[in-house]
């Protein structure tokens, strides 16, 4: 098993809600590592970055810096896959 860490800044405009929220735990899905997502900016304790609620509840907003851990036999994928959603904007 192994497990990847990154810090990264939320560049959306909207942050991590709404569109960018759901594109982000379609990404985080796709992966079977445990994955945790929290807001560094505010400080808040990690959540499950594969609900919605838990993600919704960090208000991450723009600018924000957030911190991303995965454990699993993907952990590293996973995060790479996060990491190029979050720099390419979520597609826009």
Known sequence: MSAATIEI???HEA????????LFLQTAGAYGADIRVR???????????KSMLEVM???VKQGHLIEL???GDDAAEAIEA????IDNNFGE
């Open 69 to 71: 851990k995965a454990d």
């Open 82 to 85: 996060l990491r190029e959603l």
């Open 57 to 59: 509840s960090l208000a």
């Open 9 to 11: 800044e939320v560049r």
């Open 39 to 49: 807001n560094i900016t505010r400080d808040t304790p990690f959540k499950n970055a």
């Open 15 to 22: 942050g991590l809600h709404l569109r960018p929220a759901a």
